[in-house]
């Protein structure tokens, strides 16, 4: 795995309702390129604020983030994100809504021809391209956001909870679905979850955060070796070392 940093948080602060609501505070992290970093935390830690503000979709009140040792001030082309509920648009296909990201960067119509075709086959869509989104399962609807975020070639990929809507059976198949792609096509992934078990079987580390307002408790290396399956990594000696490690550094914050 290279080592340079693709992604680095640098004392972060963000504050809300006029200052009186302090969601993180002075929170450091840094993601390595094709690494995969899981941030782990309690309800309410600010999670989803944090990757937003690593999309560029809101900023900071102190600190900053740097991607490719560059200030973050708005979004970037060499940078998707997968949300958890979906964001499809109803009305369009699953062809169109997997290219609608490179249409509005202006991609030429062979480049999205060709890209929309790809991603489509990638996340197990062939078949479906004509269909609406309504059409679909839950986890055929996550596929075909994957596979538009995918579609723009990003070097960052930011998921947040992208399964956490989903079914415990069908959510295990996206999570496997992701580790395969993963093999064949590494990109520098930041993941937000609340599942210790699916921060374990797609991390490479896991960043635990602290309660409101949020730092860094601990930062963890997955030592399970890739490719991996999520069944793999259930079975694999260290996993329930990690689990049980990651509950105690949650459970002693909630106590706390």
């Not at 990201?101 to 030429?108: I, K, R, V």
């Not at 635990?208 to 930062?219: I, K, N, Q």
Request: net charge positive; proline share 5%; aromatic share 6%.
């Amino acid at each position: 795995m290279a080592t340079a940093e693709r992604v680095v948080v640098e004392r972060a602060t963000k504050l809300y309702n006029a200052g009186t609501l302090n969601v993180f505070s002075e929170l450091g992290l840094s993601v390595r390129d094709r690494e995969t970093v899981c941030v782990l935390g309690p309800s309410g830690c600010g999670k989803t604020t944090l990757l937003r503000a690593m999309h560029g979709l809101l900023s900071l009140d102190g600190g900053r983030i740097l991607i490719d040792g560059t200030p973050v001030r708005g979004p970037r082309r060499n940078v998707a994100m997968v949300f958890q509920h979906f964001g499809l648009m109803p009305w369009k296909r699953v062809r169109a809504n997997v290219a609608y990201g490179l249409e509005l960067a202006g991609a030429a119509q062979p480049t999205i021809a060709e890209r929309v075709r790809r991603y489509i086959d990638l996340v197990g869509l062939v078949g479906f391209e004509r269909a609406f989104p309504h059409e679909l399962s839950g986890g055929m609807q996550q596929r075909v956001g994957l596979a538009r975020a995918l579609a723009m070639e990003p070097d960052i990929l930011l998921m947040d909870e992208p399964f956490g809507s989903l079914d415990a059976q069908t959510r295990e198949i996206m999570q496997d679905e992701l580790l395969r792609i993963y093999q064949q096509d590494p990109r520098t992934m930041v993941f937000i979850t609340h599942s210790i078990e699916e921060a374990i079987a797609l991390g490479d580390r896991i960043v635990v955060l602290t309660a409101r307002p949020a730092r860094v408790r601990e930062t963890l290396v997955v030592d399970i070796p890739r490719p991996r399956t999520v069944a793999g990594v259930i079975a694999h000696p260290r996993f329930l070392e990690l689990r049980d490690h990651c509950w105690r550094l949650l459970r002693e914050r909630v106590a706390a």
